[in-house]
């Protein structure tokens, strides 16, 4: 509901968004997005634990001894460095969540959609330009 209000601020509350929502698909619209949501938590956890655990001794090894005795300044360059590899994993499926939720709105701009929509709408509508496309918003995640 949170995506669907971002994506039209016209609605006024929370059962205006609900009603528009159950309206265009009936309840399979409030789990719009949730495979790809599901896939990027997976994979989140995948990869998070192990950056944590290795990256610490990385920078203990690498870095200058000034810094090195600083373990603030290894956290902070953990830190840095988990958010951007997930930033640059994770904007991916971020991206194609954002487009499942909000798909029936884009439609109602453009034309409609037959059928169902899936990634290979997705491909479709990015014009050619696939990779700009999945990482569209990677800075504002970054930030995140």
């Given at each position: 509901?949170k995506?669907?209000?971002?994506?039209?601020?016209?609605?006024?509350?929370?059962?205006?968004?609900?009603?528009?929502?159950?309206?265009v698909?009936?309840?399979?619209?409030?789990?719009?997005?949730?495979?790809?949501?599901?896939?990027?938590?997976?994979?989140?956890?995948f990869?998070?634990?192990?950056?944590?655990?290795?990256?610490?001794?990385?920078?203990?090894?690498?870095?200058?001894?000034?810094?090195?005795?600083?373990?603030?300044?290894?956290?902070?360059?953990?830190?840095?460095?988990?958010?951007?590899?997930?930033?640059?994993?994770?904007?991916?499926?971020?991206?194609?969540?954002?487009?499942?939720?909000?798909?029936?709105?884009?439609?109602?701009?453009?034309?409609?959609?037959?059928?169902?929509?899936?990634?290979k709408?997705?491909?479709?509508?990015?014009?050619?330009?696939?990779?700009?496309?999945?990482?569209?918003?990677?800075?504002?995640?970054?930030?995140?």
């Amino acid at each position: 509901m949170k995506t669907q209000w971002q994506a039209n601020p016209a609605f006024k509350n929370e059962l205006q968004i609900a009603k528009s929502m159950y309206k265009v698909n009936g309840m399979r619209e409030f789990y719009a997005g949730s495979i790809a949501n599901f896939s990027r938590i997976v994979v989140k956890y995948f990869y998070r634990f192990p950056l944590m655990v290795q990256l610490p001794h990385f920078y203990s090894q690498r870095l200058p001894d000034s810094i090195r005795q600083n373990k603030m300044a290894q956290k902070f360059c953990t830190a840095m460095t988990i958010s951007l590899i997930e930033s640059f994993i994770l904007c991916p499926f971020e991206r194609i969540k954002t487009y499942f939720m909000t798909v029936s709105q884009l439609a109602e701009g453009a034309k409609q959609t037959e059928g169902k929509v899936g990634f290979k709408t997705f491909v479709a509508e990015s014009d050619h330009h696939l990779f700009k496309s999945l990482f569209k918003g990677m800075l504002s995640l970054y930030i995140r």
